[in-house]
């Protein structure tokens, strides 16, 4: 076999499948039951009616040829309804909104469509593990900008330097905050200083607590000259499954996704759109009942660890680990999977990233196992 072109051998490794490989190995290995609370995957599935259209659909003998390659209209509509209705933006369903196969391809490609070989992407430090393959791809060159965690989280974007893209995301994986404020103004600001653009993944957008409000990044100002924003079906209904998400704002940018789209893929499946429709325009209870769910769990693991933590969003909580505390350690010794901190970022070496996605028992015996390992360590 001939080498593997470039682009392929440029791909860093994969964060999260290695740490499934070692979360894997180590729960191969004689001990208690390991308790994996280092993947962020819904463990809560989508609401009953949503199902129900799906299969329904499914049973029809008309939606099972190739469907429209942009999506349905009708998807389209349904997801612009919902930015008009809960984040206050307007968008026009045929030129703002291009339909995805789960957010995750639309970090990947939006690297793609907007920097060439040899220009820049700038990743918020620390960031989400998968953002460091799109400029990958790209042939482009990849900078952070930190994070400050005295501010929030928020970035100093004022001295942030020009790039052909730069990445946001909040609520943030794995900082757990909601956009500080001021943050998409000044994200704003820089690309209208720079001429780069603005990618604002809200993926978590929903999962927000303390009675806060969901932010789309597009609700500020300018933002539609400025960028866009991934909007994804996986954590607002617990459908990750299912691989739906949304690339929203900037017409242009929209417009060089849905070519790419055309060139890669022939839609998704009617029956998934159709359920995606019941999801985004039928009952909405399930949110509040996820969003009530979560906030739950962050309290009972805030309660638990002798260390103060925040998550105003997310399903994730993101701390320092105490002194002589490590991922391996709580792995090894206490046999409870976090997410390593160094995975996000160069800034992120002693920290961890916890998740809350979990059954509710399984995520009390982690807690108790956290417990134990941070009181041994605090002592
Ligand atoms: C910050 C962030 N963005 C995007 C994604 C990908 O979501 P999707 O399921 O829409 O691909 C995830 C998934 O965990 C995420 O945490």
Request: proline content about 8%; hydrophobic content about 45%; charged content about 25%.
């Amino acid at each position: 076999m001939r080498p593997r072109p470039a682009r392929i051998e440029r791909l860093p490794e994969q964060y999260f499948v290695g740490l499934l490989g070692r979360v894997a190995a180590a729960a191969a290995e004689a001990g208690p039951p390991l308790v994996d609370l280092g993947r962020g995957n819904p463990e809560l599935g989508p609401p009953a009616h949503v199902v129900e259209a799906l299969v329904e659909s499914a049973r029809r003998p008309d939606v099972h040829g190739y469907a429209p390659i942009r999506g349905l209209a009708r998807t389209r509509e349904a997801i612009a309804r919902r930015y008009r209705d809960v984040y206050g933006v307007e968008l026009d369903p045929d030129r703002e909104i291009a339909v995805l196969p789960g957010t995750k391809t639309g970090i990947v490609e939006l690297s793609l469509v907007l920097a060439d070989e040899g220009e820049t992407v700038r990743l918020p430090d620390p960031y989400y593990p998968d953002y460091p393959s799109g400029p990958a791809f790209a042939g482009a060159g990849l900078e952070t900008f930190p994070l400050d965690p005295d501010a929030g989280w928020a970035p100093h974007l004022d001295d942030v330097d020009a790039a052909a893209a730069l990445y946001l995301n909040y609520p943030s994986n794995p900082c757990a905050v909601c956009a500080p404020d001021g943050v998409f103004a000044a994200a704003v600001r820089w690309a209208e200083r720079t001429g780069g653009a603005i990618v604002h993944d809200a993926a978590y957008i929903d999962l927000v607590y303390d009675g806060r409000a969901p932010a789309s990044f597009l609700a500020t100002p300018g933002a539609k000259d400025a960028g866009v924003e991934m909007w994804s079906m996986s954590k607002t209904y617990g459908m990750a499954g299912w691989r739906i998400g949304f690339v929203v704002g900037n017409a242009e940018i929209v417009e060089r996704i849905n070519v790419l789209n055309d060139h890669e893929r022939v839609g998704i499946f009617e029956p998934m759109q159709r359920a995606t429709i019941a999801a985004l325009e039928g009952p909405q209870e399930s949110v509040a009942e996820r969003v009530a769910t979560y906030e739950r769990r962050r309290d009972l693991l805030a309660g638990a660890l002798a260390a103060p933590i925040v998550c105003e969003g997310t399903f994730f909580v993101w701390l320092s680990l105490p002194e002589g505390l490590t991922a391996e350690r709580l792995l090894e010794e206490h046999r409870v999977a976090v997410a390593p901190g160094e995975g996000f970022g160069p800034s992120g070496a002693g920290w961890a990233r916890i998740s809350l996605a979990v059954a509710d028992d399984v995520l009390a015996l982690g807690v108790e196992r956290l417990a134990e390992a941070f009181a041994g360590v605090l002592a």
